[in-house]
């Protein structure tokens, strides 16, 4: 019944054991006869008989050495004799189909990818990618307009050589800093830019670890906040400043 095949069954893998090490084992499963097969026979009351299948020849997918899933060329009736080229067939079906998840996924990590690069590159926000040496690997557009270096300018150079970043530098690598003893730290910091105008910046700083777990990469995003301290100021002083005069119009404590 070619209809009921297009549908499909679902089965649960842990009723199966023997058929599912059987897979991971060898490269294919040529069962002549499924119902008695020792590699198979367990999926004969739920499976094998309900459907009418005699004869079953599985062939695993695997992806990295890992089997990811099953091709299965399934004979109704009774039994049959599967020929070393039908399971050789069978075999670089399966890998074949390897092949094209293998692709699949890759593009799918191509996009996504691409997709945060834009996302980075047109970001509000600037993007900094420091190495553990503190060595600049990258910076987005938006660093760029907010200190006026540019990626050529920075890239490649330790925090501590650019005047614009050398506060950056002491937090990363101070002993005494709180991010010597967190993942992670945000708060506000005070740099120049190239033109040697001041700046205000809020940071939020991370560190990023391999999957040896050893420290490979500071990641660190912030905003220029200069208007909004500025502004803050100028609220601060005429609270505390008569504007005319100049003189405090309040007791201080």
Known sequence: DIDLHEQG???????????????????????????????????????????????????????????????????????????ADE????????????????????RSATSALHLFQRAVEQSASAFLLVDRDGRVEYVNPSFTAITLYSSDEVCGHRLSELPALTNLSDLLFDASSSLAEHSSWQGEFRSRRKNLEPYWGHLSISKVYGDDGELTHYIGIYEDVTEAKLAQQRIERLAYTDNLTNLGNRPSF
């Open 9 to 83: 069954a679902t089965l649960d893998a842990s009723q199966y054991p023997v058929y599912l090490h059987a897979l991971h084992d060898g490269r294919a499963i040529d069962a002549h006869d499924a119902l008695t097969d020792r590699r198979t026979r367990e999926l004969a009351e739920h499976y094998l008989r309900p459907i009418g299948i005699g004869a079953m020849l599985d062939a695993s997918i695997r992806i990295d050495g890992e089997v990811v899933g099953v091709l299965c060329l399934e004979h109704i009736g009774g039994l049959r004799t599967w020929h």
């Open 87 to 106: 399971i050789a067939f069978a075999g670089e079906l399966a890998d074949q189909f390897a092949q094209v998840l293998i692709n699949q996924q890759k």
